[in-house]
């Protein structure tokens, strides 16, 4: 069965500090992968995704990701975060290929919080 | 709003009533999911509705009952629930297979406590 892992529960940083968030997947076929983002008292929202082409994908605010086939991951960086950044990300992966419908299994998420 | 709405915002249900959460998607997506999202817990398939057919379920209780009458619409019928099911219940719609497929659009959620 696939399953999506996020390493990190909960990270604190402070303004302008890199972040990475870490997601690895186990599933042996071709993947569709994703970041979405939740903040506070919001919907889930799509941050970025990769469907094939350029492993390194850029998405809405300053949010990128890089596709590692080889070591089933899909990380989320972002060189300087923001205060506004502040929030619960999800990493998702659907599996590819026929007789797979178009769900998408979540990592348990982690929680971001960025200190002014 | 995200093109998917979901009614009501906010539930409190005792464990001997009958209630049903509703989802409506304007995106002309053909497939439909419900989810339901603890604390510290993964977002967890529930059920996945595609072309109107159920074709997932994933060992979910009886007590929790979907219902897909269109495209447009799902629903999930709840009755005799326990405290534990209190959670977010977030509907999702995508346009399911091939090359028009994007990922997820979401609701944003039903707030359901079981007291």
């Known amino acids: 069965a696939q399953s999506v892992s996020q390493h990190n529960h909960h990270v604190i940083l402070s303004e302008a500090a890199s972040l990475e968030l870490g997601c690895n997947y186990s599933?042996?076929?071709?993947?569709?992968l994703f970041w979405y983002v939740q903040y506070p008292g919001q919907h889930l929202q799509l941050l970025l995704k990769?469907?094939?082409?350029?492993?390194l994908v850029k998405g809405i605010k300053g949010f990128e990701a890089e596709f590692i086939k080889s070591k089933f991951s899909f990380n989320l960086r972002k060189p300087s975060v923001q205060w506004s950044d502040t929030a619960e990300y999800f990493c998702?992966?659907?599996?590819?290929?026929?007789?797979?419908?178009?769900?998408?299994?979540f990592g348990q998420g982690t929680t971001l919080q960025v200190k002014p | 709003e995200t093109g998917v709405t979901q009614t009501p915002r906010h539930l409190v249900m005792g464990m001997t009533n009958k209630k049903s959460l509703k989802c409506e998607q304007h995106?002309?997506?053909?497939?439909m999911y419900w989810y339901k999202q603890s604390a510290k817990k993964p977002l967890e398939l529930m059920f996945v509705?595609?072309?109107?057919?159920?074709?997932e379920n994933n060992s979910v209780p009886s007590r929790f009952s979907p219902e897909c009458p269109n495209s447009s619409h799902l629903f999930l019928h709840l009755h005799t629930l326990q405290p534990e099911d209190s959670a977010l219940y977030l509907c999702?719609?995508?346009?399911?297979?091939?090359?028009?497929?994007?990922?997820?659009?979401f609701g944003s959620g039903t707030r359901l406590t079981v007291v």
């Open positions: 999702a719609s995508s346009q399911d297979r091939g090359r028009d497929y994007y990922g997820y659009t």
């Open positions: 599933y042996g076929g071709t993947v569709n």
């Open positions: 990769y469907f094939s082409g350029d492993p």
């Open positions: 998702a992966v659907n599996a590819r290929g026929s007789g797979n419908t178009g769900k998408l299994i």
């Open positions: 995106l002309g997506h053909n497939a």
């Open positions: 509705y595609s072309l109107e057919e159920r074709v």
